[in-house]
């Protein structure tokens, strides 16, 4: 069975950092772009981040730029967002998901780009 499982969401003050992992059990990972992506209630999925499988591809979405950073550990199977600098409009459920190899600037802003998904993990910053 092709799994992803996201941990290390949680309650974090403004200004404060996470970082997300997503794990991957029945499959590998080599071969597969990894996206990020959040939900906050009322709203949208909409694309965080994304990193290719050869790791020479990485975007975010503009509001994230400087301020997470993607990255993956292929002989652990996972992928990794460091949030910093976190804001109250950061707080959301966070996704990742997998695709074959490839993303971009344009699939990141594509959930129904993606084949494989977690179940998420709730991030709320507050105060």
């Known amino acids: 069975q092709l799994q992803l499982v996201e941990s290390g969401g949680g309650l974090v003050q403004p200004g404060g950092s996470l970082r997300l992992s997503c794990a991957a059990s029945?499959?590998?990972?080599?071969?597969?772009?990894i996206g990020w992506f959040r939900q906050a209630p009322g709203k949208e999925r909409e694309g965080v981040s994304c990193?290719?499988?050869?790791?020479?591809?990485?975007y975010y979405a503009e509001s994230e730029k400087g301020r997470f950073t993607i990255s993956r550990d292929n002989a652990k199977n996972t992928v990794y967002l460091q949030m910093n600098s976190l804001k109250p409009g950061d707080t959301a459920v966070y996704y990742c998901?997998?695709?074959?190899?490839?993303?971009?600037?344009?699939?990141?802003?594509?959930?129904?780009?993606?084949?494989?998904w977690g179940r998420g993990t709730q991030v709320t910053v507050s105060s």
């Open positions: 998901a997998a695709r074959g190899y490839y993303c971009s600037a344009a699939i990141v802003r594509l959930p129904e780009a993606f084949d494989i």
């Open positions: 990193i290719s499988s050869n790791e020479g591809s990485r």
């Open positions: 029945g499959f590998t990972l080599d071969y597969y772009a």
